[in-house]
């Protein structure tokens, strides 16, 4: 894997200072194993000294990723876990998180086994939860042009639209790359999320988005790079295009509702009732009478028409204030330096 940083980055922060990590601080790294055996024991030799556990999860690969692992690692930090066969992406990764929390670990680490993420940059996603800033943190390959540039088309515009999507669904407007694997959490926030509700395979980093907006965590995108190499892909885009579309929908009506009408109703709330129902009224009426013209050969009337065209622009208006109340309801204030005091 080639070299991102030409400096040691062990125990150091984004800052350059010393990675904040108190004496009762254990971090954790999770590593779901599917068809990574010729790229996971250089992912596990890359791992800094400021990690204290990783749990490699065998996700009932058919190359025996964790057979590998147990034969040829050496590090002691290094834990084993099996599926009997293959569960999925988040269902592995919440096996690791489970276990690590059960283990004492306060920072859970996600790390993909397939050398597609540089190890050496999780001082860079600890560090903002450590500090307080952040209950969550997420790579993200768009923030350096230089970067994008090298990233494959394909790869790209899919990237770029599943990330408009989950901008709705999920409420977290300011962050980008929502499909990127590679994250840290505080592992307090377990104790709150719904585990056995989170989607158990490629939607989990997509579907966690949701669950941690509607426990009003704070998430942080930290810039990366991604380095591929003769890797094999296991996401099919044509195999996943429409469970990600009917999942982002399915995600955008939970959110709106529990968050705008059952746990509270606001003026928000009200631009987007009566903004949902002018656009609709004004839209089918204006089509109808737009039918009906081209059936009788007719012009419409002026007053048909500013009958449709009004309802439609005051539901447009009423809509925009909804999003742009949307957009500044992202959380804020940190989940788990509240939680600390409970």
């Not at 988005?209 to 380095?227: G, K, Q, W």
Request: glycine residues 6%; neutral net charge; hydrophobic residues 45%.
């Amino acid at each position: 894997m080639k070299p991102l940083f030409q400096i040691p980055r062990q125990n150091i922060a984004p800052s350059g200072l010393p990675l904040p990590k108190a004496p009762n601080d254990r971090i954790a790294v999770i590593l779901p194993c599917y068809r990574v055996k010729a790229h996971v024991l250089s992912v596990i030799n890359s791992i800094g000294q400021e990690v204290d556990a990783i749990y490699a999860v065998d996700d009932g690969c058919p190359q025996g990723s964790g057979k590998e692992i147990e034969e040829n690692c050496k590090d002691p930090r290094v834990r084993v876990l099996y599926h009997d066969k293959n569960q999925g992406v988040g269902s592995a990764t919440l096996t690791g998180y489970l276990r690590a929390f059960e283990e004492g670990a306060t920072i859970l680490v996600k790390v993909d086994g397939d050398g597609q993420m540089d190890p050496r940059l999780i001082p860079d996603f600890v560090a903002p939860i450590l500090l307080g800033y952040a209950d969550y943190t997420k790579g993200n390959r768009f923030f350096n042009p230089a970067n994008v540039i090298t990233m494959p088309w394909v790869r790209l515009i899919g990237n770029a639209a599943l990330s408009f999507l989950s901008k709705f669904s999920s409420g977290y407007w300011s962050i980008f790359d929502p499909t990127n694997g590679y994250t840290a959490m505080h592992a307090s926030l377990l104790n709150f999320l719904p585990i056995h509700s989170i989607s158990p395979r490629y939607f989990f980093e997509s579907d966690m988005l949701l669950h941690l907006y509607l426990l009003r965590a704070v998430v942080v995108d930290v810039p990366m790079a991604a380095v591929y190499g003769n890797e094999t892909s296991n996401l099919w885009i044509s195999r996943i295009l429409r469970e990600f579309l009917v999942n982002h929908l399915a995600n955008s009506l939970r959110r709106i509702f529990f968050c705008y009408v059952l746990r509270d109703f606001s003026v928000a709330s009200l631009h987007l009732l009566l903004g949902s129902v002018l656009f609709a009224f004004g839209s089918v009426f204006g089509i109808v009478k737009w039918h009906q013209s081209i059936v009788m050969n007719s012009y419409a009337s002026s007053g048909t028409v500013i009958l449709a065209a009004l309802p439609i622009i005051l539901g447009m208006q009423l809509l925009l204030a909804f999003f742009s109340y949307d957009i500044m309801n992202e959380p804020r204030q940190p989940v788990h330096t509240m939680l600390a005091w409970r």
